[in-house]
């Protein structure tokens, strides 16, 4: 199990397992993520970052010419690089092992997780994260209620997770921060910690629901549909009658 694929069933079970099967494809644009992995491969390593330039020239330049220059997207990015770059307290904060894979056994089901940057010594990890708008609402489909950026990406979970992996992997307890940086033109930036309260019952959240989430995954339980995500309305039949004074409204 990753966090990514137990983080999509959390959100519709019928479409993490269509998505899984092959069935599914998500109609969302490459970009951010592209935008994401060109930061992240900036700060592990200069040949990295040289390596994945030369990956996805496509994408990242012009025409896929790097003579004509990049396209506006990672014209942000390089802003979101730069205003952490030149950061004394990141460049103090951001030191460690970067990209270390973790793995671990959590309740009977096994997990693998990546760390951005491990600090054993300091006792500390950090996650790198790019988003819209650090103080920006956003909307959650399936509980029809906004949040932040920190929940709707279920980076508190994936920072839960980690530890639990990194104490398996090393026998330490570490401390998560996430350091946000944003895509507006003037990129805002952040360091969050994460209450261990929190930590704690994410992990035991956890605990109860992946034993089920595994099941859908085998085949042995039937996923549940949320019925309003993109999937099922693509397959949504319709079954029943509705009075129109009992419409919903999210
Ligand atoms: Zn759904």
Not at 27 to 38: A, D, E
Not at 72 to 87: H, P, Q, T
Not at 89 to 99: A, L, P
Not at 220 to 227: A, F, G, L, S
């Given at each position: ?7 999509d ?34 700060f592990?390593?200069e040949?990295?970052h ?20 990049i396209k ?16 004394d ?11 270390v ?13 990546k ?8 006792g ?5 994260k790019?988003v ?9 489909e399936?509980?029809?209620?906004y949040?932040?950026?920190?929940v709707h ?5 994936q ?8 104490k ?7 401390q ?42 085998n085949g ?8 309003k995500c ?10 029943e ?10």
């Open positions: 199990m990753s966090k990514s694929v137990y983080f069933f959390k959100k519709c079970e019928a479409k993490a397992l269509a998505k899984l099967n092959g069935e599914f494809e998500e109609q969302r644009s490459q970009i951010p993520l592209l935008v994401g992995n060109y930061l992240h491969s900036y592990e390593s040949e990295s040289d390596q994945f330039l030369e990956e996805h020239q496509k994408e990242i330049y012009k025409y896929g010419n790097k003579e004509k220059g506006s997207d990672f014209k942000v990015a390089d802003r979101m690089i730069n205003s952490l770059a030149n950061e307290s990141f460049n103090k904060v951001y030191q460690g092992e970067k990209e894979i973790v793995t671990g056994e959590i309740e009977g089901i096994n997990w693998k997780g760390i951005d940057c491990l600090n054993l010594d300091r500390i990890f950090l996650d790198l790019t819209a708008d650090i103080h920006g609402k956003y909307w959650n399936s509980q029809h209620q949040e932040t950026f920190a990406g279920g980076y508190i979970l920072m839960a997770i980690y530890q639990e992996l990194i398996q992997t090393f026998g330490k307890v570490c998560p921060f996430i350091i946000a940086v944003s895509k507006q033109d003037i990129p805002d930036k952040a360091i969050f910690s994460i209450p261990q309260s929190i930590l704690d019952s994410e992990l035991e959240s956890l605990e109860m629901n992946q034993d089920h989430i595994a099941n859908v995954i042995e339980e039937k996923p549940k549909r949320c019925e993109d999937y099922c309305r693509s397959t949504k039949e319709l079954k009658i509705t009075s129109i004074m009992d419409i919903q409204i999210y």
